[in-house]
């Protein structure tokens, strides 16, 4: 069992390490913050408000180091979340473990890296290159570790984060099933002769995938046997895997946190018991390892005891249930049977649209828009109540929680020094290393990365020898950017279709063409998502839903800074900002944008959404902000309702 | 209407713009676009304080209309193409992103379509993104009276629209220089050109020449169905979707280039009398056509004008035609 953990620097992270081992754990999960996930270092624009957030921040061959310092890694099992900089962090990896004392080489080295960039484009956002390089530099690294790092899981493909972007298990199973295809096709391609059955079966071996398990469990675990089937296939067919073990479906889960409530929280832990059965009631398709979230998850960060609570549920389920003393309890079921093959059916059909659009990789567009429509539904049904989120719409009436009322102690907060340090610590490494042996390393990076031709060299290499000389996470990235060009993916929403028509849209849609007239031109909204979080389901459907009521809308995607969304609102003539921030650096970034947007010139009012503690609520309001959108807030009619009279009363009739 | 601050809301926004602030942008589009019956007389003093007339001859600024098929690399292209022209002397660029996609349920979604990577700093770039259809002529009148304006303050303003045929045209009545954008391997504008359908650009450019042969191969086919069309003045031009983009000094100078040939001041006072027919035509129709004696008579009348007026000015002259033959009528 392992703790998901980061901390602030890679000098505490360490330490939390080493106490955790000491207590017996056995492998490091490594968690890193937004801008080491996608490629900045600390003193960038960008990283503003994010260093050392959501995990901890490694820029270099010291700061890994640094992390590892007195961990034997030749005995170490390390997962690392780590996805489009995966080829650079396992790189400061292999470079750590050679500078450890005694050395350990690369082919002992064991572990993960989750490298799955697909589901960053679609659904979590923490992308750095074009999906065509992104994909060539999967392959390098897969095709790297088969010979070098033998032990190393290179690759976890993710069905998981397209759940949470809405997907249905067609979808999911299709879209993982689709993004698995390109990279091994990718690595196929990249090994040329070497791909032979015996190394593909090994390739094919070392790839695992993380799903996701929603409420509706009975269906959930049909999916689950849907994807083994479907791999096996694959395995067989496409690549000509035929040893068994390599061909198993190897998953591990963390159960939906999209049907998490912030309204009665507590019923949240039945719907995370339900949803672990969904993972283990049969044998033929059970989880691996299995990460349940915390009852109050949609309410900030979950404390130990939150923590706590979610593992006596396994435990109950693994000790005290006879739920893993039956051999496979559905095999014979017809209704299991008949579920099974149509949830195949349907993702056969979607794979082959994928394949009709060239693959995963050129299919990002249509699948993102399809996911952005498929949870704009799941919004309308629960809107419209056809869908049922008892606490939320319906049997709405509660009782005082005696659980609610202490949660306050849930929100971890990291000192906002640390930021400061560590971009003095990383403008220090710079001045102190050899600049002359980075800046012929990086040129190196660059000339392979340049080359598009059949017998380019394995991008690791140039990789592995930039860490080495003591390039930054940012240079690195920097670097292979202005070879594969920045980039912004699709956002989905253009594509997403009117919504159908009923009392509440058509009367919010008088409203905005009242409103129009009051105006002389129709209400202009920007949506803004600041910073490096790429969480951006809120935000998309805010802008479908403006646009729905009649609203003209600017929504460029994610990550921007604050001085970009002040000028577009400056440029663009809107009449009203909503911010969407999830990452937890909303008191960092969203005053930022209302200073950038003051010193604009705009007066116009800003709304805020995403995870928002209560007690954070007050300084926002204080800084500016109009009003303050939480998760609890799922009714998306009532909060553009709110909008248009905010615009109506701040904006008066012109004069 | 009542009051002087009022009549010169309009008129102070156009001798800013006139006096090269590039500032005045924002209020000036927010004006523009504004159907309130003040806002339309405020916007009419604008664009006569930047009239030929009053600026003392045809506004300073380029411009240069973009177009082309969706995925052909215009945003890539665009973002290059304004950094390029930054650099290269150019002091202000304005782009109008003008979303041709017909509104589903009155909004729009803009923005997500050209995603221009750019300087927020930058104080010489303007970008406004609009949707097109919400009055009659949209695309053409709203965005052809934008550029006007801010082509008195920006040295550039690009007007980009996505779409072959039906946009080219319009954006044609607005621009001095038509762009259009061919991704290699796409036949369309080929097919466009062979068949006549497309008014001849001033300028093609064939973006991702990374992709090698087929890249190439694209451009020798749109220079063979030019000559066939006896044109042999349109360049084509290769440009990578990748950096440092060395084929961006001869599309400016091919912009420049085309931008000399032309005779800009009849140029665009035909595009101004052209306008202010489409606009009068959308006002009051056919019937108010025929009351004035029909497109000819009314053409006529248009080239009787000094070619210096503003649009406005011109439509204005077509409306008081109308009003004299509705008193003369019996």
């Given at each position: 069992m392992r703790t998901y953990a980061g901390h602030s620097t890679a000098e505490a992270s360490n330490e939390l390490y080493r106490r955790n081992l000491e207590k017996g754990q056995t492998g490091l999960s490594v968690a890193f913050d937004l801008p080491t996930q996608t490629g900045y270092?600390?003193?960038?624009?960008?990283?503003r408000g994010e260093v050392g957030k959501v995990g901890v921040p490694i820029a270099h061959r010291g700061d890994m180091e640094a992390l590892m310092k007195g961990i034997p890694l030749g005995e170490m099992n390390t997962s690392m979340t780590i996805n489009a900089t995966a080829a650079w962090l396992l790189a400061l990896y292999i470079v750590a473990a050679e500078s450890q004392n005694p050395p350990t080489p690369q082919q002992q080295l064991q572990g993960t890296t989750q490298n799955d960039i697909m589901k960053e484009f679609?659904?979590?956002?923490?992308?750095?290159?074009p999906p065509g390089p992104s994909m060539r530099l999967i392959a390098d690294m897969i095709a790297y570790t088969v010979e070098?790092?033998?032990?190393?899981?290179p690759i976890n493909i993710c069905s998981y984060h397209l759940q949470e972007a809405g997907a249905t298990p067609e979808q999911e199973i299709a879209y993982s099933m689709s993004n698995a295809i390109a990279v091994l096709d990718a690595v196929k391609e990249r090994l040329?002769?070497?791909?032979d059955a015996s190394t593909m079966g090994k390739v094919f071996g070392r790839i695992s995938f993380f799903v996701n398990a929603g409420v509706r469990f009975i269906e959930e675990h049909a999916k689950l046997r849907a994807m083994s089937i479907l791999w096996e296939e694959l395995g067989r067919q496409r690549y000509g895997v035929s040893d068994e073990k390599q061909l198993r479906f190897r998953y591990g889960v963390q159960v939906n946190s999209?049907?998490?409530?912030?309204?009665?929280?507590?019923n949240n832990v039945q719907r995370i018991v339900l949803e672990a059965l969904a993972v283990t009631l049969g044998r033929n398709a059970r989880a691996r390892a299995i990460q349940l979230p915390a009852w109050n998850e949609a309410l900030g960060l979950p404390r130990p005891f939150d923590q706590q609570w979610s593992l006596r549920i396994q435990q109950v389920l693994a000790?005290?249930?006879?739920?893993?003393?039956?051999?496979?309890?559905?095999?014979?079921?017809k209704v299991m049977d008949g579920l099974v093959s149509q949830l195949l059916e349907k993702a056969r059909s979607e794979m082959a649209v994928v394949a009709e659009h060239g693959g995963a990789v050129q299919a990002v567009d249509y699948m993102k828009a399809a996911l952005v429509e498929s949870h704009r539904e799941r919004i309308r049904r629960i809107e419209a109540g056809e869908q049922v989120v008892v606490g939320q719409n319906r049997f709405t009436e509660t009782e005082p929680?005696?659980?609610?009322?202490?949660?306050?102690?849930g929100i971890l907060v990291v000192d906002p020094a640390v930021e400061a340090e560590q971009i003095e610590a990383v403008r220090r490494w710079r001045s102190e290393r050899d600049q002359a042996a980075v800046d012929a390393a990086l040129a190196e990076l660059s000339r392979v990365a340049t080359d598009e031709s059949p017998q380019r060299e394995n991008l690791m290499v140039p990789t592995i020898a930039a860490a080495r000389a003591g390039a930054t996470t940012g240079e690195w990235a920097a670097a292979l950017r202005s070879v594969f060009q920045s980039y912004r993916a699709p956002t989905?929403?253009?594509?997403a279709s009117a919504a159908v028509p009923g009392p509440e849209l058509q009367q919010l849609r008088e409203q905005v063409s009242a409103l129009q007239e009051a105006l002389g031109r129709r209400p202009k909204i920007l949506v803004g998502k600041p910073g490096?979080?790429?969480?951006s389901n809120g935000a998309e459907q805010i802008a479908v839903r403006a646009r729905d009521i009649g609203f003209d809308v600017v929504y460029s995607g994610i990550r921007l800074t604050p001085s970009q969304i002040a000028k577009s609102a400056l440029d663009e003539g809107v009449h009203v900002i909503g911010l969407s921030i999830l990452s937890g650096s909303h008191l960092e970034l969203i005053p930022a944008v209302i200073d950038a947007l003051s010193e604009a010139g705009v007066e116009v009012p800003v709304v805020v959404g995403g995870i928002i503690p209560d007690q954070d609520v007050p300084a926002l309001m204080q800084a500016g902000v109009a009003a303050v959108y939480t998760?609890?807030?799922?009714d998306l009619s009532k909060i553009m309702g709110e909008i248009v009279t905010l615009v109506k009363e701040r904006a008066g009739a012109p004069a | 209407m009542t009051g002087s601050t009022r009549t010169s809301r309009g008129a102070e926004l156009g001798a800013r713009l006139r006096e090269?602030?590039?500032?005045?942008a924002a209020a000036t589009l927010n004006l523009l676009e504004s159907t309130a019956p003040s806002d339309v007389q405020q916007a009419a003093y604008l664009l006569s304080e930047v009239s030929p007339a009053k600026l003392g001859g045809e506004a300073k600024g380029h411009i240069i209309g973009v177009t082309g098929p969706p995925g052909a690399g215009k945003s890539t292209l665009l973002s290059a193409l304004i950094r390029h022209l930054r650099e290269s002397g150019y002091e202000s660029v304005a782009v109008l992103a003008v979303d041709p996609s017909s509104r589903r349920s009155g909004g729009a979604l803009l923005g997500d379509r050209v995603r221009i990577d750019f300087?927020?700093?930058?104080?010489g770039l303007f970008i406004r993104s609009t949707a097109a259809g919400?009055?009659?002529g949209g695309l053409a009148r709203g965005t052809r009276v934008a550029a006007q304006a801010l082509a008195a303050a920006f040295d550039v303003v690009v007007i980009e629209t996505v779409g072959v045929g039906q946009a080219e045209t319009e954006i044609a009545d607005a621009a001095d220089t038509v762009v259009v954008v061919v991704q290699p391997g796409s036949g369309d504008v080929l097919q466009f050109i062979k068949s006549g359908v497309?008014?001849?650009?001033d300028v093609l450019v064939v973006t991702?020449?990374?992709?090698?042969d087929i890249a190439l191969r694209t451009t020798r086919d749109l220079n063979a169905a030019l000559r066939s069309t006896g044109n042999r003045d349109t360049p084509v031009i290769r440009v990578s979707s990748?950096?440092?983009?060395?084929?961006f000094d001869a599309l400016v100078q091919a912009l420049e280039q085309s931008r000399i040939r032309k005779d800009l001041a009849s140029h665009r006072s035909h595009l101004r009398r052209q306008g202010a027919l489409a606009d009068f035509i959308a006002e009051h129709g056919i019937a108010g056509l025929r009351a004035i004696g029909g497109r000819r008579e009314a053409e006529r009348l248009l080239g009787s004008?000094?070619?210096?007026?503003g649009e406005g000015e011109m439509e204005s002259a077509l409306t008081a035609a109308l009003r004299r033959s509705i008193k003369d009528a019996p």
């Open positions: 270092d600390a003193d960038d624009e960008l990283s679609l659904a979590r956002g923490t992308y750095a290159f070098h790092v033998p032990k190393w899981n040329g002769d070497r791909a999209l049907g998490l409530t912030e309204a009665q929280p507590e000790y005290e249930t006879d739920i893993l003393d039956y051999p496979d309890i559905f095999e014979g079921s929680s005696p659980l609610t009322q202490d949660a306050e102690g989905g929403v253009g594509e490096l979080d790429g969480h998760p609890k807030d799922f | 090269g602030d590039l500032t005045a300087d927020p700093s930058d104080k919400e009055r009659l497309m008014e001849i650009p991702k020449a990374d992709m090698g990748l950096p440092p983009y060395p084929e004008l000094s070619p210096g007026l």
